[in-house]
């Protein structure tokens, strides 16, 4: 475990590359089909590790090169040297987010995201259920296990654990712990390091709040409603399908975030080498923030009649903008982006536009003609670095 956390972060600082990390994960997953991790893959795997600790070592030297080349070139042909520059940041970034993506999946998927073990592997099962109302508090805490969150038949809460582990005769009554005071629900795991799996949660359709935090593990909630939900991990996605809150939230890295046919007040959305993407939803703000990765926006409305603010920022990766024609919403876009591109295609739609174009610097204040009088409006701030924004009619 501690060899992959090594080269995740060798690989979130840019120090490796895609291809770089996908060998040391397979030298270590080849080592693990054995019974034990042998010395002689061990030797391997530091060995590599070695020679790839000294690359790393000489990457700010390359970078320092690559930089003052690049200012000499800068001189001669600004315009030309931006563009160019933007385009290789960009590949760089959106690298960076696939690999990065890669990695987490796999080990995410090593840690159990599905249920499939080798034959050196124990496998356990349990079902529990509980009384419940649509008034309550549900809190999840757990350590290398994904959570799927889905509506039950009932109004009982269904916990379904699926457990991969090395340890024989596991009990899990013993690592599970649960918690109930006054309908405010706490499920704990709390197995070793050598246990992982997937937790299935089935609960009424309406309750009081949903609070994930878990560790390399995929995040699911389909078809709940909610006055508040929490997703928290690492190391895996975050999917929102049809859940409708007042106050949304989902915190991830090494993984992308979708928000889908959903509601929210208020939604906080944060991750790492990770894709968001937002589509076919309303929501009054929005605060949406990744690195090494894009942002999508589509398909997007308000659920109140006043102004609603969206703050999207990346870097090293794009930005695309889906703007509905809609009559009875007005709209304002600033958009900044240093060396990338900024595109603006709205056939269907009335509006005023303010673009300003520097060898390194490109903005726009994209308003529609409604905007000042309309009180349905939105304002969305989107800033990127070293890739482009699109903002495109829908």
Known sequence: MEERMMILKMLQEGKITADEANKLLEAIERGNQSSEFNRANRDKFEEKFSKFKEKAG???????????????????????????????????????AEAAMKLSDKLVNFLGNTFDIGHDKYQFTK???????????????????SVKVSPSETED??????????????????????????????????????????????????????????????????EISAGYIKSHTSNGKVVVYKCHTNEFEAVTNNGKVVYEQSSSRTANIGTSNGKIEITESKIDNIDARTSNGSIQLSGINKLEAS??????????????????????????????????????????????????????????MVKSNNYDSIENKIYIKANTSNSSISIEGQ
């Open 127 to 145: 079902a529990y259920t509980y009384p419940s109302t649509e008034a309550a508090n549900i809190n999840i805490q757990s350590t290398n296990f």
């Open 307 to 364: 102004e609603g603010r969206y703050t999207l920022k990346t870097s090293n990766g794009r930005i695309h903008l889906g703007l509905s024609n809609c009559e009875d919403c007005g709209f304002m876009v600033d958009a900044n982006t240093s060396l990338g591109s900024l595109n603006i295609n709205l056939p269907d739609l009335n509006y005023a536009i303010n673009k300003k174009t520097s060898s390194l610097n490109s903005s726009a």
């Open 157 to 222: 809460i269904v916990v379904n654990m699926y457990v991969n582990s090395s340890v024989p005769q596991l009990n899990i009554d013993e690592f599970f712990k649960v918690e109930n005071i006054e309908n405010n629900y706490s499920f704990i795991t709390e197995f070793g390091g050598r246990t992982w799996g997937k937790i299935e949660l089935l609960i009424p359709k309406h309750v009081s709040s949903v609070v994930i935090n878990t560790t390399n593990g995929k995040c699911e909630l389909n």
């Open 58 to 96: 000489k990457f700010s030297d390359q970078v320092g090169d690559s930089f003052s080349a690049g200012k000499e070139k800068f001189s001669t042909n600004t315009e030309k040297f931006a563009d160019e520059f933007s385009k290789k940041m960009e590949n760089f970034g959106s690298e960076m």
